[in-house]
Protein backbone atom coordinates (compact mmCIF):
# COMPACT_ATOMS: atom_id res chain seq x y z
CA UNK A 1 0.00 0.00 0.00
CA UNK A 2 3.09 2.37 0.60
CA UNK A 3 4.44 2.28 -2.91
CA UNK A 4 0.74 2.93 -4.10
CA UNK A 5 0.97 5.65 -2.20
CA UNK A 6 3.93 6.91 -3.48
CA UNK A 7 2.38 6.10 -7.15
CA UNK A 8 -0.53 8.21 -6.12
CA UNK A 9 0.84 11.35 -4.09
CA UNK A 10 3.57 11.90 -7.52
CA UNK A 11 1.17 11.69 -10.05
CA UNK A 12 -1.18 13.54 -8.17
CA UNK A 13 1.19 16.65 -7.11
CA UNK A 14 2.85 16.60 -11.05
CA UNK A 15 1.02 18.87 -13.73
CA UNK A 16 -0.31 16.25 -16.41
CA UNK A 17 -0.85 17.83 -19.29
CA UNK A 18 -1.67 15.25 -22.11
CA UNK A 19 -3.58 13.04 -20.02
CA UNK A 20 -7.01 12.76 -17.33
CA UNK A 21 -6.08 9.57 -14.77
CA UNK A 22 -9.11 10.15 -12.73
CA UNK A 23 -11.96 12.02 -12.67
CA UNK A 24 -11.43 15.47 -11.13
CA UNK A 25 -14.79 15.33 -9.22
CA UNK A 26 -14.24 13.48 -5.88
CA UNK A 27 -17.77 13.28 -5.78
CA UNK A 28 -17.55 10.76 -8.58
CA UNK A 29 -17.60 7.54 -6.43
CA UNK A 30 -17.12 5.12 -9.28
CA UNK A 31 -14.57 1.94 -7.66
CA UNK A 32 -11.00 3.46 -9.47
CA UNK A 33 -11.75 7.15 -8.24
CA UNK A 34 -12.34 5.99 -4.71
CA UNK A 35 -9.34 3.89 -4.36
CA UNK A 36 -7.23 6.41 -5.71
CA UNK A 37 -8.14 8.79 -3.66
CA UNK A 38 -9.16 7.08 -0.46
CA UNK A 39 -5.01 6.40 -0.85
CA UNK A 40 -4.10 9.73 -1.53
CA UNK A 41 -6.12 11.23 1.82
CA UNK A 42 -4.79 7.76 3.97
CA UNK A 43 -8.09 7.14 4.58
CA UNK A 44 -6.83 3.55 3.41
CA UNK A 45 -3.70 2.76 4.77
CA UNK A 46 -3.70 -1.28 4.01
CA UNK A 47 -5.85 -3.64 1.78
CA UNK A 48 -8.19 -4.73 3.93
CA UNK A 49 -9.50 -1.21 4.47
CA UNK A 50 -9.52 -0.07 0.61
CA UNK A 51 -10.96 -3.42 -0.27
CA UNK A 52 -13.71 -3.13 2.06
CA UNK A 53 -14.83 0.33 1.87
CA UNK A 54 -14.55 0.51 -2.61
CA UNK A 55 -15.92 -3.42 -3.13
CA UNK A 56 -17.50 -4.94 0.49
CA UNK A 57 -14.45 -7.47 -0.05
CA UNK A 58 -11.41 -8.64 1.03
CA UNK A 59 -8.01 -8.15 -0.24
CA UNK A 60 -7.92 -11.44 -1.33
CA UNK A 61 -10.60 -11.08 -3.45
CA UNK A 62 -10.27 -11.11 -7.81
CA UNK A 63 -12.76 -8.30 -8.04
CA UNK A 64 -10.28 -6.21 -5.54
CA UNK A 65 -7.06 -7.45 -6.96
CA UNK A 66 -8.06 -6.58 -10.69
CA UNK A 67 -9.38 -3.06 -9.62
CA UNK A 68 -5.46 -2.48 -7.60
CA UNK A 69 -3.95 -3.76 -10.62
CA UNK A 70 -5.86 -1.10 -13.14
CA UNK A 71 -5.04 1.75 -10.58
CA UNK A 72 -1.34 0.83 -10.86
CA UNK A 73 -1.10 0.64 -14.17
CA UNK A 74 -2.85 4.05 -14.87
CA UNK A 75 -0.42 5.61 -12.66
CA UNK A 76 2.44 4.08 -13.72
CA UNK A 77 1.05 5.33 -17.77
CA UNK A 78 0.85 8.98 -16.18
CA UNK A 79 4.60 8.91 -15.44
CA UNK A 80 5.26 9.20 -19.34
CA UNK A 81 3.01 12.57 -19.18
CA UNK A 82 4.83 14.12 -16.07
CA UNK A 83 4.95 18.15 -16.64
CA UNK A 84 8.79 19.14 -14.85
CA UNK A 85 8.29 22.42 -12.87
CA UNK A 86 11.29 24.38 -13.43
CA UNK A 87 10.74 25.61 -9.36
CA UNK A 88 11.12 22.39 -8.24
CA UNK A 89 13.76 20.46 -10.58
CA UNK A 90 17.13 21.39 -11.58
CA UNK A 91 18.34 21.94 -15.02
CA UNK A 92 19.97 18.46 -15.58
CA UNK A 93 17.10 16.61 -13.44
CA UNK A 94 14.65 18.06 -16.62
CA UNK A 95 17.14 17.29 -19.12
CA UNK A 96 17.97 13.32 -18.04
CA UNK A 97 13.81 13.18 -17.57
CA UNK A 98 13.39 14.74 -21.48
CA UNK A 99 16.28 12.90 -22.68
CA UNK A 100 14.86 9.67 -21.31
CA UNK A 101 11.60 9.83 -22.43
CA UNK A 102 12.36 11.17 -26.02
CA UNK A 103 14.64 7.62 -26.60
CA UNK A 104 12.57 5.59 -25.19
CA UNK A 105 10.10 7.32 -28.35
CA UNK A 106 12.90 7.18 -30.64
CA UNK A 107 13.36 3.56 -29.51
CA UNK A 108 9.86 2.52 -30.57
CA UNK A 109 10.29 4.39 -33.77
CA UNK A 110 13.22 2.81 -34.69
CA UNK A 111 11.43 -0.52 -34.01
CA UNK A 112 8.57 0.03 -36.55
CA UNK A 113 11.29 1.20 -38.95
CA UNK A 114 10.35 4.73 -38.92
CA UNK A 115 13.72 5.46 -39.64
CA UNK A 116 13.70 8.88 -40.33
CA UNK A 117 11.98 10.36 -37.73
CA UNK A 118 13.42 7.91 -35.16
CA UNK A 119 17.55 9.06 -36.62
CA UNK A 120 16.96 12.53 -36.26
CA UNK A 121 15.62 11.91 -32.73
CA UNK A 122 18.45 10.23 -32.28
CA UNK A 123 20.47 12.97 -33.29
CA UNK A 124 19.14 15.68 -31.07
CA UNK A 125 19.32 13.20 -27.80
CA UNK A 126 22.92 12.55 -28.73
CA UNK A 127 23.80 16.68 -28.60
CA UNK A 128 21.81 16.98 -25.61
CA UNK A 129 22.98 13.18 -24.04
CA UNK A 130 26.92 14.62 -24.50
CA UNK A 131 26.22 18.20 -23.34
CA UNK A 132 25.07 16.98 -19.91
CA UNK A 133 27.30 14.16 -19.35
CA UNK A 134 24.52 11.50 -19.51
CA UNK A 135 27.00 8.25 -20.56
CA UNK A 136 24.61 5.54 -19.85
CA UNK A 137 22.33 7.40 -22.72
CA UNK A 138 25.34 8.39 -24.61
CA UNK A 139 26.24 4.72 -24.79
CA UNK A 140 22.61 3.14 -25.98
CA UNK A 141 22.03 5.85 -28.40
CA UNK A 142 24.99 5.22 -30.32
CA UNK A 143 25.37 1.51 -29.97
CA UNK A 144 21.61 1.56 -31.89
CA UNK A 145 22.77 4.11 -34.02
CA UNK A 146 25.75 1.70 -35.28
CA UNK A 147 23.36 -1.24 -35.44
CA UNK A 148 20.90 0.58 -37.45
CA UNK A 149 23.91 1.72 -40.23
CA UNK A 150 25.75 -1.70 -40.21
CA UNK A 151 22.54 -4.06 -40.91
CA UNK A 152 19.93 -1.53 -42.63
CA UNK A 153 21.42 1.32 -44.26
CA UNK A 154 24.98 -0.35 -45.09
CA UNK A 155 26.01 3.34 -44.52
CA UNK A 156 29.88 2.75 -43.74
CA UNK A 157 31.06 6.15 -42.83
CA UNK A 158 28.16 6.74 -40.64
CA UNK A 159 28.64 3.13 -39.03
CA UNK A 160 32.44 4.28 -38.15
CA UNK A 161 31.56 7.50 -37.11
CA UNK A 162 28.68 5.86 -34.33
CA UNK A 163 31.30 3.02 -33.54
CA UNK A 164 33.99 5.24 -32.56
CA UNK A 165 31.27 7.37 -30.62
CA UNK A 166 30.09 4.09 -28.95
CA UNK A 167 33.86 3.12 -28.21
CA UNK A 168 34.78 6.32 -26.48
CA UNK A 169 31.78 6.42 -24.51
CA UNK A 170 31.97 3.06 -23.57
CA UNK A 171 35.55 3.68 -21.95
CA UNK A 172 33.66 6.63 -20.13
CA UNK A 173 31.28 4.39 -18.92
CA UNK A 174 33.74 1.45 -17.16
CA UNK A 175 35.40 3.70 -15.71
CA UNK A 176 32.29 5.07 -14.61
CA UNK A 177 31.24 2.50 -13.36
CA UNK A 178 34.20 1.74 -11.70
CA UNK A 179 34.30 4.20 -9.67
CA UNK A 180 30.56 3.69 -8.70
CA UNK A 181 31.35 0.62 -7.23
CA UNK A 182 34.41 1.96 -5.44
CA UNK A 183 32.33 4.59 -3.88
CA UNK A 184 29.50 2.29 -2.28
CA UNK A 185 32.27 -0.31 -1.41
CA UNK A 186 32.97 2.59 1.18
CA UNK A 187 29.29 3.78 2.24
CA UNK A 188 27.12 0.70 2.33
CA UNK A 189 27.95 -0.27 5.60
CA UNK A 190 26.98 3.05 7.39
CA UNK A 191 23.18 3.27 6.30
CA UNK A 192 21.95 2.04 9.45
CA UNK A 193 25.32 3.06 11.74
CA UNK A 194 27.73 6.12 11.93
CA UNK A 195 30.42 4.48 13.36
CA UNK A 196 33.58 4.94 11.35
CA UNK A 197 35.44 1.70 10.84
CA UNK A 198 38.92 1.08 11.03
CA UNK A 199 39.90 0.45 7.37
CA UNK A 200 37.42 3.31 6.33
CA UNK A 201 40.67 5.49 5.69
CA UNK A 202 42.70 2.92 3.83
CA UNK A 203 40.33 1.72 1.40
CA UNK A 204 39.55 5.41 0.40
CA UNK A 205 42.90 5.96 0.44
CA UNK A 206 43.57 2.81 -2.25
CA UNK A 207 40.15 3.52 -4.07
CA UNK A 208 41.66 7.20 -4.50
CA UNK A 209 44.81 6.11 -5.59
CA UNK A 210 42.92 3.80 -8.25
CA UNK A 211 40.94 6.25 -10.26
CA UNK A 212 43.51 9.28 -9.35
CA UNK A 213 44.78 9.44 -13.09
CA UNK A 214 41.69 8.57 -14.59
CA UNK A 215 39.93 11.38 -13.01
CA UNK A 216 42.80 13.61 -14.06
CA UNK A 217 41.73 12.87 -17.71
CA UNK A 218 38.03 12.26 -17.71
CA UNK A 219 36.31 15.63 -16.58
CA UNK A 220 32.76 13.38 -16.70
CA UNK A 221 30.08 14.56 -14.60
CA UNK A 222 29.08 11.03 -12.74
CA UNK A 223 32.94 10.22 -12.56
CA UNK A 224 34.22 12.87 -11.04
CA UNK A 225 31.19 13.08 -8.58
CA UNK A 226 31.97 10.17 -7.00
CA UNK A 227 35.29 10.69 -7.25
CA UNK A 228 34.72 13.45 -5.17
CA UNK A 229 33.41 11.77 -2.79
CA UNK A 230 35.53 9.10 -2.13
CA UNK A 231 38.42 11.67 -1.67
CA UNK A 232 36.17 13.36 1.02
CA UNK A 233 35.97 10.00 2.58
CA UNK A 234 39.69 10.17 3.05
CA UNK A 235 39.36 13.44 5.45
CA UNK A 236 36.43 12.63 7.10
CA UNK A 237 37.75 9.50 8.35
CA UNK A 238 41.11 11.32 9.44
CA UNK A 239 38.84 14.29 11.03
CA UNK A 240 40.60 16.64 8.67
CA UNK A 241 38.17 18.79 8.58
CA UNK A 242 40.26 22.00 6.93
CA UNK A 243 41.30 18.90 4.42
CA UNK A 244 37.80 18.62 3.54
CA UNK A 245 36.69 22.10 3.46
CA UNK A 246 39.37 22.99 0.49
CA UNK A 247 38.38 19.65 -0.94
CA UNK A 248 35.06 21.38 -1.19
CA UNK A 249 35.82 24.58 -2.47
CA UNK A 250 37.95 22.46 -5.49
CA UNK A 251 34.64 20.52 -6.32
CA UNK A 252 32.89 23.81 -5.99
CA UNK A 253 35.16 25.22 -8.90
CA UNK A 254 35.19 22.30 -10.94
CA UNK A 255 31.81 21.61 -11.29
CA UNK A 256 30.68 25.45 -12.18
CA UNK A 257 33.23 25.07 -15.04
CA UNK A 258 30.24 22.45 -16.73
CA UNK A 259 28.29 23.87 -19.29
CA UNK A 260 24.94 22.88 -17.33
CA UNK A 261 24.14 23.87 -13.29
CA UNK A 262 25.27 20.85 -12.19
CA UNK A 263 23.26 21.31 -8.68
CA UNK A 264 23.42 17.77 -7.04
CA UNK A 265 27.92 17.97 -6.66
CA UNK A 266 27.41 21.48 -5.39
CA UNK A 267 24.82 20.47 -2.97
CA UNK A 268 27.44 17.88 -1.70
CA UNK A 269 30.37 20.26 -1.59
CA UNK A 270 28.01 22.90 0.59
CA UNK A 271 26.77 19.86 2.94
CA UNK A 272 29.88 18.19 3.90
CA UNK A 273 31.42 22.05 4.41
CA UNK A 274 28.91 22.33 6.55
CA UNK A 275 29.50 19.01 8.46
CA UNK A 276 33.35 20.33 8.39
CA UNK A 277 32.68 23.40 10.18
CA UNK A 278 30.05 21.67 12.52
CA UNK A 279 33.15 19.84 13.81
CA UNK A 280 35.38 22.80 14.04
CA UNK A 281 32.10 24.38 16.02
CA UNK A 282 31.56 27.30 13.21
CA UNK A 283 28.66 28.71 13.25
CA UNK A 284 29.03 31.38 10.98
CA UNK A 285 30.27 29.81 7.97
CA UNK A 286 28.94 26.53 8.59
CA UNK A 287 25.62 28.40 8.08
CA UNK A 288 26.55 30.15 5.32
CA UNK A 289 27.38 26.91 3.75
CA UNK A 290 23.98 25.18 5.07
CA UNK A 291 22.35 28.13 3.36
CA UNK A 292 24.42 27.69 0.01
CA UNK A 293 23.54 24.10 -0.07
CA UNK A 294 19.77 24.33 0.50
CA UNK A 295 19.11 26.22 -2.37
CA UNK A 296 20.33 22.96 -4.66
CA UNK A 297 17.61 20.74 -2.45
CA UNK A 298 14.42 20.07 -2.97
CA UNK A 299 12.46 19.76 0.53
CA UNK A 300 11.32 16.28 1.64
CA UNK A 301 14.26 14.56 -0.94
CA UNK A 302 16.31 12.16 0.89
CA UNK A 303 19.54 14.61 0.78
CA UNK A 304 17.49 17.48 2.38
CA UNK A 305 16.54 15.05 5.21
CA UNK A 306 20.51 14.42 5.91
CA UNK A 307 21.10 18.05 5.66
CA UNK A 308 18.66 18.94 7.98
CA UNK A 309 20.28 16.96 10.43
CA UNK A 310 24.05 18.74 10.03
CA UNK A 311 22.49 21.67 10.32
CA UNK A 312 20.38 20.48 13.49
CA UNK A 313 23.54 19.59 14.93
CA UNK A 314 25.31 22.48 13.79
CA UNK A 315 23.26 24.50 16.26
CA UNK A 316 23.08 22.00 18.89
CA UNK A 317 26.80 22.06 19.36
CA UNK A 318 26.95 25.38 18.66
CA UNK A 319 24.19 26.63 21.91
CA UNK A 320 21.93 27.96 18.69
CA UNK A 321 18.89 26.20 20.64
CA UNK A 322 16.21 27.68 19.41
CA UNK A 323 16.96 27.55 15.82
CA UNK A 324 17.78 23.92 15.81
CA UNK A 325 13.97 23.44 17.41
CA UNK A 326 13.17 25.65 14.27
CA UNK A 327 14.68 23.30 11.73
CA UNK A 328 13.44 20.25 13.70
CA UNK A 329 9.91 21.48 13.72
CA UNK A 330 10.41 22.02 9.84
CA UNK A 331 11.62 18.60 8.81
CA UNK A 332 9.36 16.45 10.65
CA UNK A 333 6.23 18.38 9.49
CA UNK A 334 7.36 17.75 5.63
CA UNK A 335 4.91 15.37 4.48
CA UNK A 336 7.21 12.83 3.40
CA UNK A 337 8.99 12.39 6.35
CA UNK A 338 6.86 9.33 6.86
CA UNK A 339 8.69 7.58 4.33
CA UNK A 340 12.25 8.15 5.66
CA UNK A 341 13.76 4.47 6.73
CA UNK A 342 13.81 3.62 10.27
CA UNK A 343 17.11 4.46 11.29
CA UNK A 344 16.25 7.97 9.71
CA UNK A 345 13.53 8.17 11.59
CA UNK A 346 15.29 7.23 14.90
CA UNK A 347 17.90 9.58 14.51
CA UNK A 348 15.18 12.17 14.50
CA UNK A 349 13.70 10.78 17.46
CA UNK A 350 16.79 10.88 19.29
CA UNK A 351 17.19 14.69 19.03
CA UNK A 352 13.59 15.34 19.69
CA UNK A 353 14.66 13.67 23.08
CA UNK A 354 17.69 16.20 23.42
CA UNK A 355 14.97 19.11 22.41
CA UNK A 356 12.83 18.19 25.30
CA UNK A 357 15.66 17.89 27.88
CA UNK A 358 16.54 21.74 26.67
CA UNK A 359 12.89 22.54 27.03
CA UNK A 360 12.64 21.54 30.47
CA UNK A 361 15.86 23.35 31.25
CA UNK A 362 14.05 26.36 29.99
CA UNK A 363 16.90 26.71 26.75
CA UNK A 364 14.10 27.11 24.44
CA UNK A 365 10.94 28.41 23.55
CA UNK A 366 7.99 26.68 22.33
CA UNK A 367 4.75 28.25 20.97
CA UNK A 368 1.92 27.53 23.45
CA UNK A 369 -0.13 25.76 19.87
CA UNK A 370 3.33 23.72 19.03
CA UNK A 371 2.52 20.02 19.27
CA UNK A 372 6.08 18.96 17.88
CA UNK A 373 7.11 18.57 21.20
CA UNK A 374 4.75 15.94 22.75
CA UNK A 375 4.71 14.95 26.00
CA UNK A 376 7.89 12.61 26.48
CA UNK A 377 7.90 9.66 28.07
CA UNK A 378 11.19 8.51 28.41
CA UNK A 379 10.31 3.94 27.90
CA UNK A 380 8.06 4.81 25.21
CA UNK A 381 11.61 6.72 23.42
CA UNK A 382 13.76 3.75 24.19
CA UNK A 383 11.15 1.56 22.26
CA UNK A 384 10.96 3.70 19.09
CA UNK A 385 14.86 3.54 18.35
CA UNK A 386 15.03 -0.36 18.27
CA UNK A 387 17.89 0.20 15.65
CA UNK A 388 20.30 2.90 16.47
CA UNK A 389 20.31 1.54 20.04
CA UNK A 390 21.84 -2.00 18.55
CA UNK A 391 24.56 0.29 17.15
CA UNK A 392 26.81 -0.08 20.05
CA UNK A 393 29.71 2.34 18.75
CA UNK A 394 27.78 5.25 17.49
CA UNK A 395 23.91 6.51 18.40
CA UNK A 396 23.46 4.24 21.24
CA UNK A 397 25.61 6.57 23.32
CA UNK A 398 23.79 9.17 22.71
CA UNK A 399 20.57 7.13 23.73
CA UNK A 400 22.13 5.68 26.52
CA UNK A 401 23.61 9.48 27.88
CA UNK A 402 20.08 11.24 27.65
CA UNK A 403 18.44 8.47 29.76
CA UNK A 404 20.98 9.65 32.33
CA UNK A 405 20.89 13.53 32.02
CA UNK A 406 16.96 13.26 32.28
CA UNK A 407 17.24 11.30 35.75
CA UNK A 408 19.88 13.59 37.39
CA UNK A 409 18.02 16.74 36.35
CA UNK A 410 15.10 14.77 37.76
CA UNK A 411 16.82 14.24 41.45
CA UNK A 412 15.69 10.47 40.35
CA UNK A 413 19.00 9.46 42.26
CA UNK A 414 18.70 5.88 42.79
CA UNK A 415 17.36 5.15 39.20
CA UNK A 416 20.21 7.35 37.11
CA UNK A 417 22.38 4.97 39.34
CA UNK A 418 20.96 1.90 38.25
CA UNK A 419 21.35 3.80 34.93
CA UNK A 420 25.15 4.54 35.30
CA UNK A 421 26.12 1.29 36.51
CA UNK A 422 24.82 -0.24 33.52
CA UNK A 423 26.77 2.27 31.28
CA UNK A 424 29.79 1.91 33.20
CA UNK A 425 30.12 -2.32 31.59
CA UNK A 426 28.80 -0.77 28.70
CA UNK A 427 32.10 1.66 28.20
CA UNK A 428 34.46 -1.18 29.58
CA UNK A 429 32.53 -3.72 26.55
CA UNK A 430 32.56 -1.62 24.02
CA UNK A 431 34.20 2.05 24.23
CA UNK A 432 38.46 2.17 23.25
CA UNK A 433 40.84 4.32 22.25
CA UNK A 434 39.47 5.29 18.75
CA UNK A 435 36.83 7.50 17.39
CA UNK A 436 34.82 7.16 20.71
CA UNK A 437 37.96 8.91 22.65
CA UNK A 438 35.22 11.63 23.60
CA UNK A 439 32.01 9.53 24.51
CA UNK A 440 34.47 7.04 26.57
CA UNK A 441 35.95 10.70 28.60
CA UNK A 442 32.24 11.67 28.99
CA UNK A 443 30.80 8.11 30.56
CA UNK A 444 33.70 7.82 32.52
CA UNK A 445 32.48 11.58 34.28
CA UNK A 446 29.11 10.09 34.38
CA UNK A 447 30.23 7.34 36.11
CA UNK A 448 31.94 9.32 38.61
CA UNK A 449 29.24 11.06 39.93
CA UNK A 450 27.97 8.20 42.32
CA UNK A 451 31.16 7.74 43.81
CA UNK A 452 31.08 11.42 44.84
CA UNK A 453 27.62 10.53 46.16
CA UNK A 454 25.81 13.36 43.72
CA UNK A 455 28.01 16.18 45.39
CA UNK A 456 28.77 19.03 42.95
CA UNK A 457 32.12 20.33 44.32
CA UNK A 458 33.17 16.53 45.21
CA UNK A 459 32.23 15.63 41.38
CA UNK A 460 34.47 18.77 39.76
CA UNK A 461 37.28 17.62 41.94
CA UNK A 462 37.26 14.16 40.95
CA UNK A 463 36.41 14.78 37.39
CA UNK A 464 38.98 17.48 36.82
CA UNK A 465 41.86 14.95 34.33
CA UNK A 466 39.03 13.66 32.70
CA UNK A 467 37.47 16.76 31.77
CA UNK A 468 40.91 18.18 30.26
CA UNK A 469 41.62 15.37 28.30
CA UNK A 470 37.98 16.06 27.17
CA UNK A 471 38.80 19.97 26.32
CA UNK A 472 42.44 18.80 24.37
CA UNK A 473 41.02 15.98 21.85
CA UNK A 474 37.64 18.53 20.90
CA UNK A 475 38.20 18.61 17.25
CA UNK A 476 40.56 15.14 16.88
CA UNK A 477 37.75 12.72 16.88
CA UNK A 478 34.21 13.05 14.89
CA UNK A 479 31.67 14.61 17.29
CA UNK A 480 28.95 15.51 15.07
CA UNK A 481 25.63 13.06 14.93
CA UNK A 482 27.25 11.26 17.82
CA UNK A 483 27.54 14.36 20.10
CA UNK A 484 24.16 15.78 19.15
CA UNK A 485 25.31 18.38 22.63
CA UNK A 486 28.78 19.28 23.05
CA UNK A 487 30.01 17.20 25.63
CA UNK A 488 31.63 19.83 27.61
CA UNK A 489 28.03 21.81 27.19
CA UNK A 490 26.80 18.68 28.76
CA UNK A 491 28.68 18.40 31.56
CA UNK A 492 27.59 21.92 32.34
CA UNK A 493 24.61 20.94 32.61
CA UNK A 494 24.89 17.85 34.69
CA UNK A 495 26.52 19.76 37.06
CA UNK A 496 23.67 22.09 36.96
CA UNK A 497 21.52 19.48 37.77
CA UNK A 498 23.81 19.06 41.32
CA UNK A 499 24.19 20.94 44.12
CA UNK A 500 26.41 20.65 47.39
CA UNK A 501 24.44 17.98 49.55
CA UNK A 502 25.39 14.24 50.20
CA UNK A 503 22.71 11.91 48.26
CA UNK A 504 22.76 8.21 50.00
CA UNK A 505 21.95 5.66 47.58
CA UNK A 506 22.51 2.01 47.56
CA UNK A 507 25.80 0.67 47.57
CA UNK A 508 27.04 0.25 43.65
CA UNK A 509 28.05 -3.31 42.37
CA UNK A 510 31.46 -3.80 41.71
CA UNK A 511 31.89 -4.61 38.38
CA UNK A 512 33.00 -7.76 37.70
CA UNK A 513 36.35 -8.66 36.46
CA UNK A 514 37.69 -11.63 33.91
Not at 109 to 117: D, E, F, Q, T, Y
Request: proline content about 2%; overall charge positive; charged content about 25%.
Amino acid sequence: MKALYELAEMVHNTKIKEVELVQENRNDHSPLNSLFYGILSKEFTNDHEAAKKVLHSEPGDQAYQRLKRKLKRSLLNAVFFFDMPQSDYNERHRAYHECNKYWAAAKILLAKNANHIGIELCNKLLKKTEKYDFTDLVVDIARNMRLLYATKEGNIKKYEQYNALFKQYEEIWIEENLVDELYMELVLRYVNSQTILKETHSKAVEFYSRIENILKKNTSYRLQLCGMLIRLVIFFSKNDWKGMIEACNEAVELFEKKPYHASVPLQIAYHHQLVAYTQLLNFKDGQAAAIKCLKYLEPGSYNWFKHQEFYFLLCMNTKQYQLAFEIFRETISNRRFQFLSSGGAETWKINEAYLHYLNEKGEIITPEDDTSLSKFRLNKFLNDTPILSRDKQGMNIPILIIKILFKLKNKIYNQSLLDIENIDRYCSRYLRQDETFRSNCFIKMLITIPTCNFHREAVIRKTNKLQKRLETQSGNYPRAEIEIILYETLWEFVLESLNNQVVHTRKRAKRATT
